[in-house]
């Protein structure tokens, strides 16, 4: 690519990331300052409900049972097992289209 | 006023460890609860859900941590990034003490993700103080080490677990969290008087007592923290707070988990013997004289 | 040797040996040492439990204990391969690469390099198997990785070709054959689905879900893995899209990183500025640029 094509094209790039980042701080600020109860209708939500993402769903019981050892186990307390995994929102209501 | 000097945290009360299960439950509702038992490993991590959850139950509880994998008896040197993460963790949580199990778990590396019983030799309660000094001076808090439940007895033992237990805490200048329910389900698999436990037991050192509920298998008892507290661990509990004075208890439930408030019910029954304790030590000193400092 | 770690390593030795086909501990190991006179030599019998009994229950419940927790990790490759090859799989995975770390969420980091390394496990839906396990792994990391703070002004004043991005920890992309994003999802929903259906039918309905992806083409398919507001998404990218956040993650400068993104690519020229303008709008509006 042609150093003018190419500074072009970085150019719009950075143009892209900076509407961006005005476009989250405006929404970030719209989210802190209203005093409307605005709910799952916050900026993330919406921004991503513009988009193709895809909520992986996993289920808000992952990690069911601390990581769950068969009935006779010993050692289950806390277990170690529970890795911290299946935060999933738990209205399960983001499945963008 | 502390019952002795690491039993710093009197007046903590009771409360319950924190589980997935319950956080819609707490976060919404935020029922009174005296204070949470995390497990560190859960939050030793570098973001997402998790750490934004016990932010969250930081701004209003009183939260205190508990380890499943520090293994002060292995002999491998613990893990640089593991204490790094749980200093990290201890930081975040400004945890007044942080407690861990007296067992070993990894050995050249390799984790079993279990608490694995110590044999109780002179050569293990060296290494096993060594370490705990070494964590808890890495830490810079007090540490407190809980005895595990077991199902084997080793041949090579020198001593009883409850000798091996003071002369570690002893050598470490640590505290001990008393798992009154560890001991009764090691007290039916080895045979043993679970109160010849907790009288010899260094009462001075106890700082926090769990409680929980076990299973009965024909020729074992498993520590499956899936139950209410039983009768005989109750008991137990009595006979420990009654030498130790009152202590921050905590009850486990980890398996087939109730509703919040079932659970918070059942860790509140501990009150009645924490309260009747506390009266004793309101009465007259001629009326009451704590029977572990006379041991 | 001190003692204490000879005891460690012989005990861990025969506790994390595999189990048998019936779930108990082996009389023999597979390097010929005999458990029974380990077992002996241990640990004390009681007046119920012979030592070799006693030591069973340690056996038994690390293997269940790591089962568990391999299983819901990998519960999609689970689906794909069926419950035998898997447990197969998960036995001689985990005999081989015993966790090296103090928390059971790395259990399964090992997974895809070990894998590759033994193709036939997952034969013969090899590739299929194979993407699962990496989406599953993405999703993992996207969970609980860090998050970076966001640029600021002064940051992105400063850009031009020769800087570097950083995008977010938990931000991983993905080159797969199949849609395995989807298969997962709809995995997921029947496993937490509540109504009163038997296991069996569920089971069923999950075969099928498995099999219809299966007998599609396989196709190139770019994946993003990554969180917002805490939760994981899994979104579709585009080739180009893939070829940028591929080069801009190994840490290229973001001038070389466009290059990379439109080689042999179909988007005309003129339309390249106003396309590379509203992806970074995008991507910015997720937070994945950080300082």
Request: aromatic share 10%; proline share 5%; hydrophobic share 35%.
């Amino acid at each position: 690519m042609k150093h003018s094509m190419k500074t072009l094209m970085v150019a719009a790039a950075v143009s892209g990331l900076l509407s961006g980042a005005a476009t989250m701080q405006a929404a970030t600020s719209q989210t802190n300052n209203s005093v409307v109860k605005v709910g799952k209708a916050s900026f993330g939500s919406a921004s991503l409900n513009q988009d193709t993402s895809k909520h992986s769903c996993k289920g808000k019981n992952d990690c069911k049972g601390q990581g769950g050892c068969k009935s006779s186990d010993n050692g289950c307390k806390g277990k170690n097992s529970c890795k911290g995994k299946g935060g999933c929102a738990t209205d399960g209501s983001k499945h963008p289209s | 006023m502390p019952a002795n000097r690491f039993n710093g945290f009197t007046e903590y009360g009771v409360g319950i460890g924190l589980r997935i299960p319950h956080y819609q439950h707490i976060l919404t509702r935020k029922p009174l609860v005296d204070w949470f038992e995390i497990i560190s490993e859960n939050y030793m991590i570098d973001g997402g859900r998790p750490l934004q959850v016990l932010d969250q139950i930081l701004d209003q509880y009183k939260v205190v941590q508990h380890g499943v994998s520090m293994y002060f008896g292995s002999v491998s040197d613990p893990d640089p990034e593991h204490l790094r993460r749980l200093k990290r963790l201890v930081n975040r949580t400004k945890t007044p003490w942080l407690s861990d199990h007296l067992c070993w778990g990894s050995v050249d590396g390799r984790y079993t993700h279990d608490l694995l019983p110590m044999p109780y030799t002179w050569e293990a309660v060296k290494v096993t103080a060594e370490r705990i000094r070494g964590v808890q001076d890495f830490l810079e808090i007090p540490v407190v080490v809980e005895n595990v439940s077991s199902y084997a007895e080793y041949h090579v033992s020198e001593m009883t677990e409850w000798e091996f237990l003071n002369e570690v805490v002893e050598r470490a200048d640590c505290g001990i969290l008393l798992d009154v329910n560890n001991i009764y389900v090691s007290s039916q698999n080895h045979g043993f008087d679970p109160f010849s436990y907790v009288n010899a037991v260094s009462a001075e050192r106890i700082a926090q007592i769990h409680i929980a509920g076990h299973s009965k298998f024909e020729k074992y008892i498993l520590d499956t923290h899936d139950h209410p507290v039983l009768e005989p661990v109750w008991q137990l509990y009595a006979r420990t707070i009654e030498r130790a004075g009152p202590t921050a208890t905590l009850l486990e439930w980890d398996d087939n988990i109730p509703t919040f408030d079932e659970v918070h019910a059942e860790a509140l029954k501990a009150n009645r013997f924490l309260h009747a304790t506390a009266a004793k030590i309101s009465a007259p000193v001629s009326e009451f004289v704590f029977q572990g400092a006379a041991q | 040797m001190s003692d204490l770690l000879e005891l460690q390593r012989r005990f861990a030795a025969a506790v994390m040996h595999p189990l048998t086909k019936n779930e108990t501990m082996p009389r023999r190991r597979r390097d010929g040492v005999a458990n029974t006179s380990e077992a002996a030599a241990l640990i004390k019998p009681n007046d119920r439990l012979t030592g070799f009994e006693r030591l069973e229950i340690y056996n038994r419940q690390y293997w269940f204990r790591l089962y568990t927790s391999f299983e819901e990790d990998f519960s999609g490759l689970r689906a794909i391969m069926g419950s035998t090859r898997f447990d197969r799989l998960m036995r001689d995975f985990l005999t081989e690469c015993p966790s090296e770390s103090f928390s059971l969420r790395n259990l399964g980091s090992q997974l895809e390099k070990w894998l590759l390394a033994h193709p036939a496990y997952l034969e013969p839906r090899s590739q299929l198997a194979l993407d699962m396990v990496r989406l599953e792994w993405a999703h993992i990391e996207a969970f609980d990785s860090g998050e970076d703070p966001l640029l600021d002004a002064d940051d992105l004043a400063s850009i031009d070709e020769n800087s570097r991005l950083h995008l977010q920890p938990y931000l991983r992309v993905l080159e797969l054959h199949y849609p395995v994003e989807d298969l997962l999802i709809e995995l997921r929903n029947e496993a937490g689905s509540s109504d009163s259906s038997s296991n069996n039918a569920s089971v069923a309905r999950k075969t099928r879900h498995v099999r219809r992806v299966a007998m599609l083409p396989p196709e190139q398919i770019f994946l993003a893995v990554h969180r917002h507001q805490n939760s994981v998404y899994y979104k579709r990218l585009d080739r180009e899209d893939f070829r940028l956040l591929q080069l801009l993650l190994s840490g290229a400068p973001i001038g070389q990183a466009i290059d990379f993104a439109f080689e042999d690519s179909v988007i005309p020229e003129d339309a390249r500025g106003p396309w590379l303008q509203q992806i970074f709008a995008s991507w910015s509006t997720f937070g994945w640029f950080t300082q």
